[in-house]
């Protein structure tokens, strides 16, 4: 395994109970009540009109009311119900707040990319814009408990003890001292969830307190792909396994009948075809083999519309794909080409599952300089060991792994490549980019031509429909490697 | 919700604006702080129809988008609200209009400062029952100073006074603001 890939571990994490001190200042409606205090004063002055005096009033009475004590600290929890998690599942971000006393606290989360505040049933991914406006207000259940603010949840309370968010889910804003805030991920990575902005209102909500937290990173894999036919190669490594091989063995799929020779197991006689022939007969079965399957994910080209480029395509499609051949105790291996290449060597069950996903977790090396050189055909032996059908998700856009493609097939490995293009270049509609796109098209339709002409099969995948569809013309009988 | 309260909120600048007009036209400088005003009721809408400030980074987007996100922001910045106020209240002092006159532009400007608040906040009105009592009772000093003004002039002591507890109460008002 490239070392590499344990490297970013640290990265899932919760935030535990932290001490925060809020910045305090006069809210805008409070600046906007002494305006109309002084201008309304000096205006009285000035004119001599005591009308003005009244009219300032009732803005000098509610700021001479403003109390000066508020907290100095407060306890904040901020704890993900999960911290592994895939595109499009639902969490909440639960929050405590402890120590504010009666002050209201109203919550607002400032999303990072891909991270999408809202509930099962709540707005559309993509819909919710950070900040969005919903109500909110101080939160019920009173003041308090008014023990130090430095002490723990349990025995402080919540600023406000009432239940979760009082506004509608889906917006990412609140006001309660101990809260749930749902989102989701939309992309694969590690995500950070971008901060929460806490503001805390004195009763007369003139003055204010604001906080801001780093909230914490989440792991999100991708989402697996439909997939449950398999490719299988006609030649099979001689390692026991599940795929029904050519070759006679200790298998269950029965095969044929031939005569019985000392040794043979008895249990294996065939005694009806041995009543009609006057000889002994024996049943034979196909061995059973497993499959070497290396996984090369492209990651090179994210294009398109960001939660449907062909990378998250070539991710969900990959993990579809280790999934299927794990299942049935293949040795999986998995290939991530960007700037670098990275890798996970062949490995059986359900721990290689997870440091294949962790392997798409992991961003690009960018300290690495851009090589030139087609860098998959130098991985070591075990990386791409041979006779391995190697399943390529790739939108072919980089010339260097079409190279090193064509390469690997003529070394004698079975690849299939999986399409994954689903964009095009934009740009003007006039008649010159036109035609630039249009011999964008063939330069691509004469890369995948000259793809098959080298006997690699290529089948096409929009990431919509299963991926046993595109497979089905290789899934439905043995893929015949040749050398 | 929100959109009802910044509609309410439009609503009032509309009435506070058009109330300190009166009586139509206003002409020379009038005229000018009555467009101020009007400006800047609108652009105070603007501001809560706005919302609070985008935390995307504005790295990916194109001249124009990003021209457009630096006058939002600066529409974001500037106290148009405040700017609302102090206009509608100087442009009803340029004219001599009756005290009630001035008294219910007190009461609109009041009722748009808390509709502001609350669109601004995106909170609800129940957040103000604490407050209720105190506005209560600025009213009914508002009442008062109102009823005083309608009586008959007086030149004398009485005004001078009124005068400097104005002006005491400015300067009270001035050093609310210093501890925060």
Redesign the interface.
């Known amino acids: 395994v490239d070392p590499r890939v344990d490297q970013p571990k640290a990265a899932s994490r919760t935030s535990g109970a932290r001490q925060a001190r809020p910045a305090?200042?006069?809210?805008?409606?409070a600046?906007?009540?002494?305006?109309?205090?002084?201008?309304?004063?000096?205006?009285?002055?000035?004119?001599?009109?005591?009308?003005?005096?009244?009219?300032?009033?009732?803005?000098?009475?509610?700021?001479?009311?403003?109390r000066?004590d508020r907290p100095g600290r407060i306890g904040v929890t901020v704890r993900p119900s999960a911290t592994e998690m895939t595109e499009g599942e639902h969490a909440d971000l639960r929050v405590t707040v402890t120590g504010a006393g009666e002050h209201?606290v109203?919550m607002?989360v400032?999303?990072r990319?891909a991270v999408v505040p809202g509930a099962p049933g709540g707005p559309a991914p993509g819909s919710s814009?950070?900040?969005d406006?919903?109500?909110?207000?101080?939160a019920p259940g009173g003041p308090a408990a008014s023990a130090p603010a430095a002490s723990a949840p349990a025995a402080d309370g919540p600023a406000a003890g009432g239940p979760a968010a009082d506004g509608p889910p889906g917006n990412g804003?609140t006001?309660s001292g101990d809260t749930g805030l749902p989102f989701h991920i939309t992309r694969t990575g590690r995500r950070s969830l971008?901060?929460l902005e806490i503001t805390l209102?004195d009763?007369?909500?003139l003055?204010e307190g604001h906080i801001t937290i780093e909230l914490p990173t989440v792991n999100c894999y991708p989402q697996p792909a439909a997939q449950r036919t398999r490719v299988v190669l006609s030649r099979l490594p001689s390692r026991l396994g599940e795929h029904p091989s050519r070759s006679s063995g200790e298998g269950v799929e029965f095969t044929g009948v031939r005569e019985f020779v000392p040794g043979d197991r008895q249990r294996r006689i065939n005694w009806p075809a041995t009543t009609r022939r006057g000889r002994l007969q024996l049943n034979t079965f196909a061995a059973e083999r497993t499959q070497n399957v290396v996984i090369i994910a492209d990651a090179s080209s994210d294009v398109g519309e960001p939660g449907a480029t062909p990378v998250d395509l070539a991710f969900r499609g990959s993990a579809a794909a280790a999934r299927a051949y794990l299942a049935v105790r293949d040795r999986v291996g998995f290939i991530v080409y960007q700037r670098s290449v990275r890798w996970v060597t062949p490995g059986l069950g359900a721990r290689q599952y997870y440091r294949i996903m962790n392997l798409m977790l992991a961003g690009p090396v960018l300290a690495r300089p851009l090589s030139r050189d087609p860098v998959i055909t130098r991985l070591p032996r075990a990386a791409l060991p041979p006779g391995s059908l190697i399943l390529v998700f790739s939108p072919l856009l980089d010339r260097r792994l079409v190279e090193t493609l064509r390469d690997l097939r003529e070394r004698g490995f079975s690849i299939l490549i999986v399409d994954v293009l689903n964009a095009e270049p934009s740009g003007r509609t006039d008649s010159l980019s036109g035609l630039a796109r249009r011999i964008w098209r063939m330069e691509q339709d004469a890369i995948r031509f000259s793809l098959r002409e080298l006997g690699i099969p290529l089948v096409r995948w929009d990431g919509v429909q299963s991926l046993d569809e595109p497979l089905a013309p290789y899934a439905k009988r043995v893929m015949v490697s040749r050398r | 919700?929100?959109a009802r309260i910044v509609g309410a909120a439009g609503f009032l600048a509309a009435l506070c604006v058009a109330w300190s007009a009166l009586p139509l036209p206003p002409t020379g400088i009038a005229a000018t702080i009555l467009a101020a005003a009007i400006a800047f009721g609108v652009l105070s809408l603007i501001r809560l129809m706005l919302?609070?400030?985008?935390?995307?980074p504005a790295g990916f987007l194109d001249p124009v988008q990003r021209s457009a996100r630096s006058v939002a922001d600066l529409i974001r910045v500037l106290?148009w609200?405040?700017g609302m106020?102090?206009a509608t209240?100087?442009l009803e002092?340029l004219h001599r209009s009756l005290?009630w006159h001035?008294?219910l532009?007190?009461v609109a400007?009041?009722s748009y400062?808390f509709a502001?608040?609350l669109a601004?906040?995106?909170?609800?009105l129940?957040?103000l029952r604490?407050?209720a009592p105190?506005?209560a009772?600025?009213?009914g000093?508002?009442?008062?100073?109102?009823g005083?003004?309608m009586l008959p002039a007086d030149t004398g002591s009485s005004?001078d006074l009124?005068?400097i507890?104005?002006?005491v109460?400015?300067v009270?008002?001035?050093g609310?603001?210093i501890?925060?």
């Open positions: 305090w200042s006069l809210s805008a409606h600046q906007r009540l002494i305006t109309l205090g002084l201008v309304g004063l000096i205006l009285a002055v000035i004119t001599r009109r005591p009308e003005f005096a009244g009219v300032a009033a009732p803005a000098v009475l509610l700021l001479a009311a403003r000066p209201s109203d607002l400032h999303p990319f814009a950070p900040g406006a919903v109500p909110s207000g101080p804003r006001s971008g901060t209102r009763r007369l909500r003055t | 919700v929100t919302g609070p400030e985008p935390v995307e106290p609200a405040e106020l102090v209240l100087v002092a005290p001035t008294g532009l007190g400007l009041l400062l502001v608040h601004e906040s995106r909170a609800r129940a957040v604490p407050q105190l506005i009772a600025g009213l000093l508002l009442a008062l100073a109102v005083a003004a005004a009124l005068a507890l104005a002006g109460a400015a009270a008002v001035a609310l603001v501890p925060v």
